[in-house]
């Protein structure tokens, strides 16, 4: 670390963090367990005000799973929805990249697996017939 980012903490500067902004090597740290980013095993999660080490963002998703108990879990809130709802967290989501049946989608909230079946409901759209078959006798 240089003074140079040392000066770009803003933490330090009491500042909002806007994207990409830096934090100094003291205050570069996990959010949640305060970890330094070289002590974190693999590549840590990003999110707007720092890093969260891999083993928090897993005890994260964890209670997101613990939380939806088995009574909040009714199985015909499951089906034929316009949007995803995670089976594990209960997480409601729209997805851009389902649109036909899909195994392994992943929940933004909780990282579970689920698979996904796409059910299309047809419309209708009536005109009058082309043919003469309604002047046939
Ligand atoms: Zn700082
Ligand atoms: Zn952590
Ligand atoms: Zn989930």
Known sequence: ???????????????????FSHKCEKHDVCIRCGIKRADVEGVPWG????????K???EKWAERIAAFTEKDF???????????????CGHEWQPYDVNESTEDVTCPHCNS?????????????????????NKEE
Not at 2 to 9: A, G, L, S
Not at 47 to 54: Q, V
Not at 113 to 133: G, L, Q
Request: hydrophobic residues 25%; glycine residues 4%; aromatic residues 14%.
């Open 47 to 54: 999110t707007r005000k720092g890093f969260i080490c891999n």
């Open 56 to 58: 928090c963002q897993e």
């Open 1 to 19: 670390m240089t003074d140079q980012w040392e000066k770009e903490c803003w933490v330090c500067d009491g500042t909002e963090p806007k994207a």
């Open 74 to 88: 009714k199985e015909n809130d499951f089906e034929y929805r316009s949007d995803l709802k995670c089976p594990y």
């Open 113 to 133: 697996y689920m698979d996904v079946d796409v059910e299309w409901t047809a419309d209708f759209c009536i005109r009058k017939a082309k043919s003469d078959k």
